[in-house]
């Protein structure tokens, strides 16, 4: 799996945007970029992944650049249950490439 | 609620001893893959199975086994417990498709302690 490097921790206030970036310079065409997010230790919990599209759920939206070198992981309106460890995760899908690899993750503090 | 459970949630034990972790997956999935999250490792794969099968093997010690039975639901043994066992366990489970829809979802965990 491709290594993506994240910040350590990042600030953010109530109710704006939170963008966390994410670099993964080493990614082949068949990988994908995923987002779990982990409030302090509870089951990590899936937010979104995407190819080379940008992607938007319920939850977040996911911008990939074009060279898919990169992406950051929009939260729109964030809110003090917002705040967690978000990881971004590059794997390969299909073959024996199951696993998830989790780096540090980035620490989102949402502050009133 | 992820629809994946994993039970107990808390389990205090000795070395040496022996315990097992059990994991539902949810509905439908065929996947189960257990991770552990040490302070100073991290989260990490373990093992994966499919359908009663192992599919892929992590960074799992000899003295922990896993299996997947027919129900789908999957154990976690951990023996000769030490005390660098202290952890939490998470199982994860998926549809097992191998697809881009393959979204691992995880359960709540198990807190390992080990005195």
């Known amino acids: 799996d491709a290594k993506t490097t994240q910040p350590t921790s990042m600030d953010c206030a109530e109710g704006r945007a939170a963008n966390l970036p994410c670099n993964h310079s080493?990614?082949?065409?068949?990988?994908?970029v995923y987002w779990y997010r982990q409030i302090h230790s509870q089951g990590p919990q899936y937010i979104i992944h995407?190819?080379?599209n940008n992607e938007t759920n319920e939850m977040a939206s996911l911008i990939i650049t074009e060279d898919r070198k990169s992406s950051t992981l929009i939260l729109p309106h964030a809110t003090l249950r917002d705040t967690a460890v978000y990881y971004c995760?590059?794997?390969?899908?299909?073959?024996?490439?199951?696993?998830?690899?989790f780096g540090k993750g980035t620490l989102l503090t949402v502050n009133p | 609620d992820s629809g994946v459970t994993q039970t107990p949630k808390h389990l205090i034990t000795a070395t040496g001893q022996r315990v097992t972790l059990r994991c539902s997956p949810r509905?439908?999935?065929?996947?189960v893959y257990w991770y552990q999250q040490s302070l100073d490792q991290g989260l990490q794969f373990l093992i994966q199975?499919?359908?009663?099968?192992?599919?892929a093997k992590g960074n799992i010690l000899e003295r922990f086994s896993a299996q997947q039975f027919p129900d789908l639901h999957s154990e976690l043994n951990l023996s000769s417990l030490e005390l660098g066992d202290s952890a939490l366990y998470f199982c994860?489970?998926?549809?097992?498709?191998?697809?881009?829809?393959?979204?691992?979802?995880f359960g709540p965990g198990t807190r390992l302690t080990v005195l």
């Open positions: 994860a489970s998926s549809a097992g498709t191998g697809m881009r829809t393959d979204t691992q979802y």
């Open positions: 080493t990614i082949s065409g068949n990988e994908y």
């Open positions: 995407g190819l080379k």
């Open positions: 995760i590059v794997r390969a899908s299909g073959g024996s490439n199951y696993k998830l690899t």
């Open positions: 509905s439908g999935d065929l996947s």
């Open positions: 199975y499919y359908n009663g099968e192992e599919r």
